[in-house]
């Protein structure tokens, strides 16, 4: 009992005890589903990559405090950040949605890694940064260092709140807007934040994984056509030279 009035007590990533509740209340009710589904997202990463199964990054996380976040790898051994940076960089100083790497083929992915992204499976380690209290299930997503250095001081109150698996921004549209509109949809979380809030958050975030995993299904067929379609005009001319 004194375990638990200890986990639930509010705690230096500014989380209150109301949430502390539901976070761990909610965990435990899902542990027999989370638990056999993080095997099985183990052994597919297992079977498909060699290296680690679990990857941890540092991120920047309440009043932008770093701490060490923890995913399932879905990225070969070695993959380095530059091109993702460099996208990331685009994203944030232009109106452009804010379309992943995965969805125009990045190569550093491993098998399988898309849909296990897609599905926000690669998350489920982050359950440990929420008994942790570094993280809460519902808030803003913990960003990289490199980004949060791009900030802007009013984008920084984004991190006025502890960082979350799902939030505000995730349910309402999430890929479809810009860096900005992501800004201020975690701001105006932060600053409506109750309960009933992180509940209907929660609910609308199965549905809104489905949408992700149909949106990647569409960007993997669109980016398959306009491979063919390139592909043809050089396959066409090469029979014709031959000839």
């Known amino acids: ?40 997202v183990a052994a597919v990463i297992r079977l498909v990559s060699k290296g680690s199964i679990f990857f941890r990054q540092e991120r920047i996380g309440y ?82 260092p490199y980004e949060f250095e791009h900030y802007l001081p009013w984008q920084r109150a984004r991190f006025n709140v502890a960082p979350g698996l799902t ?20 701001i105006e979380y932060g600053r409506r934040r109750n309960l009933l809030l992180d509940l209907e958050i929660i609910f609308k975030t199965l549905p809104a994984l489905l949408v992700q995993m149909l949106d990647t299904q569409k960007k993997k067929n669109s980016a398959a056509k306009e491979i063919e379609t390139v592909e043809s005009p050089v396959a066409f001319s090469g029979r014709i030279v031959n000839q």
């Open 1 to 40: 009992m004194k375990i638990f009035e200890e986990m639930i007590r509010p705690n230096k990533a500014g989380i209150p005890r109301w949430k502390r509740v539901l976070d761990i209340g909610l965990i435990l009710l899902a542990s027999p589903l989370l638990a056999p589904l993080a095997l099985a």
């Open 63 to 144: 009043c932008g405090k770093k701490f060490s976040c923890f995913k399932f790898r879905t990225m070969a051994v070695g993959a380095k950040s530059v091109s993702h940076e460099s996208h990331l960089r685009r994203l944030i100083h232009s109106d452009a949605p804010m379309m992943k790497m995965d969805a125009r083929g990045d190569s550093r992915i491993i098998p399988l890694g898309v849909w296990i992204r897609a599905a926000g499976l690669d998350e489920l380690p982050q359950l440990i940064n929420v008994l942790r209290g570094e993280m809460s299930l519902v808030g803003p997503r913990p960003c990289l």
């Open 167 to 186: 939030g505000l921004w995730q349910v309402s549209g999430k890929n479809r807007t810009t860096f900005s509109e992501m800004i201020r949809l975690d």
